[in-house]
């Protein structure tokens, strides 16, 4: 199974199209690894090959763009022979729940969108740091909010969403810098948020979207934030830990 694995990260490597959010390297890799071995763990009399195989059909296909599917699809069925393509994730309570507040407001249950809303849902069952990609009016801001509420009427926990666009400040007001006149500490909006979030007695689930262009000046600061790690550092050496009920996500419109 790990030489299959090998096999389909590298001929994704070399054949897919070259996207800048690809990822084929240790940390998806680790992801995989962590959820399958979960998943192996709640299935214990099923094929591990079969578990394998969903796994790493279900943590990739999010984030291929559309011409990369069918080929990633095709290395897959090659890889496992005599495998039948295991069945997609079925989760009818959220379903049910994500086209009654769908239709509620009037919008189209449409099933591509609807195929993202899971695929997303998905996705922060297994990751703490989450990128919705796709242009203005694409629906990713009514997917933020719809499946917040499917998820406090199926789960019957509260979640609350904070917003922020990082390019409408400067990144010392995002995370904090020293008063040039008085030499004393200003804390940044991003870094009050975060620590106010953060906090262990907090027991609700905080989404934090920084909702706008990412650029390599704000976002360096969040590296160890989206590695294991998960903690942030302050530029007056402050560390913040991640707690297990916060997520950081990031809509933008491309990368």
């Given at each position: 199974?790990?030489?299959?694995?090998?096999?389909?990260?590298?001929?994704?490597?070399?054949?897919?199209?070259?996207?800048?959010?690809y990822?084929?390297?240790?940390?998806?890799?680790?992801?995989?690894?962590?959820?399958?071995?979960?998943?192996?763990?709640?299935?214990?009399?099923?094929?591990?090959?079969?578990?394998?195989?969903?796994?790493?059909?279900?943590?990739?296909?999010?984030?291929?763009?559309?011409?990369d599917?069918?080929?990633f699809?095709?290395?897959?069925?090659?890889?496992?022979?005599g495998?039948p393509?295991?069945?997609?994730?079925?989760?009818p309570?959220?379903?049910?729940?994500?086209?009654?507040?769908?239709?509620?407001?009037?919008f189209?249950?449409?099933?591509?969108?609807?195929?993202?809303?899971?695929?997303?849902?998905?996705?922060?069952?297994?990751?703490?740091?989450?990128?919705?990609?796709?242009?203005?009016?694409?629906?990713?801001?009514?997917?933020?909010?719809?499946?917040?509420?499917?998820?406090?009427?199926?789960?019957?926990?509260?979640?609350?969403?904070?917003?922020?666009?990082?390019?409408?400040?400067?990144?010392?007001e995002?995370?904090?810098?020293?008063?040039?006149?008085?030499?004393?500490?200003?804390?940044?909006?991003?870094?009050?948020?975060?620590s106010?979030f953060?906090?262990?007695?907090?027991?609700?689930?905080?989404?934090?979207?920084?909702?706008?262009?990412?650029?390599?000046?704000?976002?360096?600061?969040?590296?160890?934030?989206?590695d294991?790690n998960?903690?942030?550092?302050?530029p007056?050496?402050?560390?913040?830990?991640?707690?297990?009920?916060m997520?950081?996500?990031?809509?933008?419109?491309?990368?």
């Open positions: 199974l790990s030489k299959k694995f090998f096999v389909l990260y590298n001929t994704c490597k070399q054949q897919l199209s070259n996207q800048r959010h990822d084929w390297g240790l940390r998806n890799i680790l992801s995989v690894l962590r959820t399958a071995g979960g998943v192996k763990r709640e299935n214990l009399d099923k094929n591990e090959a079969f578990l394998l195989y969903r796994t790493l059909r279900d943590m990739n296909l999010s984030k291929l763009v559309a011409q599917v069918p080929l699809l095709s290395v897959l069925t090659d890889l496992f022979p495998i393509p295991p069945p997609k994730g079925e989760y309570e959220v379903e049910a729940a994500f086209r009654k507040y769908v239709e509620e407001d009037g189209i249950y449409h099933p591509d969108w609807v195929a993202k809303a899971i695929q997303l849902y998905e996705t922060t069952r297994v990751r703490w740091g989450i990128m919705l990609v796709g242009p203005s009016g694409g629906g990713k801001s009514i997917i933020f909010d719809k499946l917040m509420l499917t998820l406090m009427e199926v789960t019957k926990q509260k979640y609350v969403m904070r917003r922020l666009n990082p390019k409408s400040i400067r990144p010392q995002m995370y904090g810098e020293i008063e040039p006149s008085s030499g004393e500490w200003v804390t940044g909006v991003f870094a009050a948020m975060w106010k953060n906090n262990r007695n907090d027991k609700r689930n905080t989404w934090m979207v920084c909702d706008g262009p990412v650029d390599a000046i704000w976002i360096e600061d969040l590296n160890t934030v989206l294991d998960k903690m942030l550092t302050l007056n050496s402050e560390r913040i830990k991640l707690s297990t009920r997520s950081m996500i990031f809509e933008v419109e491309d990368l």
